[in-house]
């Protein structure tokens, strides 16, 4: 089998993978609900505000990534499907980053994290 072949087939395993199914599917239902909907609107009128308090010298742009955080938290809170999202998402990266972990340890031969600082961990050299 060819590196291509072999990347097609993980690419088919990524996409049948639980977390994406569950990503799929709260995305399908966060899509559905008008609520979640509006209030993704409000936020992104925020953001767009904040751009433009920040591009016109109103606030830094500590103060608009603040804000900015703040108004994503709250939106996640008043929206179940919007917040069942994030997790999945959070979940589906998650396995992203494990899949590019590996492969980059059998390309560099450096496990995933590694600092090659091994007094902060029990060594792997």
Known sequence: MTLMEKTHELGEMIKNCPEMQELKRCEA????????QALMKEFNL???????DMQSGKITRE??????????????EKSPSI????????????????????????????????????GSCGGCH
Do not use: W
Request: aromatic share 8%.
């Open 46 to 52: 925020k953001r767009m505000n904040l751009v433009r």
């Open 63 to 76: 103060e608009a990534t603040k804000s900015n955080n703040e108004a994503f938290e709250e939106l996640v």
């Open 29 to 36: 239902a966060q899509a559905a609900d008008e609520e979640a």
């Open 83 to 118: 917040k069942a999202y994030v997790e999945a998402k959070k979940d589906f990266d998650a396995v992203v980053q494990e899949v590019n972990g590996v492969l980059n340890y059998y390309i560099t031969g450096q496990e995933p994290g590694c600092t090659h600082d091994c």
